[in-house]
């Protein structure tokens, strides 16, 4: 079982729609969670971090952390054409100096 | 957020020749470094982590003699492909850890093997 699980896609969206991009994570002691945004021959760049369960918003962005379900998601508010990219869910497990990452949900934003 | 620099962006190499790819921290001190190879519509795929002053860790299946990596420095750490083949072609990116907490990515570095 992969250690952080989520649908490739691709996901399309309407411009100015809320896009939902969802993660999925198997180790209960997970301690940071972290979305990431990659465009296409780029390197990711970070977008959100979230510790606590709760939501954590950000300009048009929020994530949002359930422990006991052991979930985490990213709404895009007002989606643009320019949030067209692959987004990539991460999950640092405690005490290991680790990053696991997902496969990334591919979303497409169309005008 | 924290910069990390990559160079260089893109190399093209002859085949059986060594690339060495650099990664810096620019404006933090990176308790670890970490080195990715990413292929075209593929995931990341962690390849080392590797800790200033300590010997690298290898993912399994990495073959530790080919990706030779040093980590100098708190701000330095060093990837090199040696005896490059066209099957070492790839897409490869550093990230590094800040306070042992976000990881920040470097630009990532396009390696042609011809």
């Known amino acids: 079982q992969k250690e952080v699980e989520q649908n490739s896609g691709p996901l399309s969206v309407p411009e100015g729609a809320i896009a939902s991009l969802n993660c999925t994570y198997s180790?209960?002691?997970?301690?940071?969670f972290f979305w990431y945004r990659q465009y296409s021959g780029k390197s990711p760049e970070l977008i959100m971090s979230?510790?606590?369960?709760g939501d954590k918003e950000d300009g048009r962005f929020t994530a949002q952390l359930n422990k006991a379900s052991q979930y985490v998601s990213l709404l895009i508010r007002d989606s643009q054409p320019s949030d067209s990219a692959t987004y990539l869910c991460?999950?640092?497990?405690?005490?290991?100096?680790?990053?696991?990452f997902g496969s990334g949900t591919k979303l497409n934003v169309k005008p | 957020g924290a910069v990390v620099s990559q160079h260089p962006s893109w190399v093209i190499c002859k085949s059986g020749t060594s690339v060495k790819i650099e990664c810096r921290s620019l404006?933090?001190?990176?308790?670890?470094m970490f080195w990715y190879r990413q292929f075209p519509k593929q995931s990341l795929m962690l390849m080392a982590t590797?800790?200033?002053?300590?010997?690298?860790?290898?993912e399994q299946g990495v073959e530790k003699d080919k990706f030779l990596i040093n980590h100098a420095s708190l701000t330095l750490s060093t990837l090199t492909v040696t005896s490059a083949h066209p099957e070492d072609s790839s897409f490869y990116i550093c990230?590094?850890?800040?306070?042992?907490?976000?990881?920040?990515f470097g630009q990532g570095t396009r390696l042609t093997v011809v």
């Open positions: 990230s590094a850890t800040r306070m042992d907490t976000e990881a920040f």
């Open positions: 180790d209960r002691v997970s301690q940071s």
């Open positions: 979230i510790y606590s369960n």
């Open positions: 991460a999950v640092k497990i405690r005490n290991f100096n680790k990053f696991y």
């Open positions: 404006d933090f001190q990176a308790t670890t």
């Open positions: 590797s800790n200033e002053g300590s010997k690298a860790t290898y």
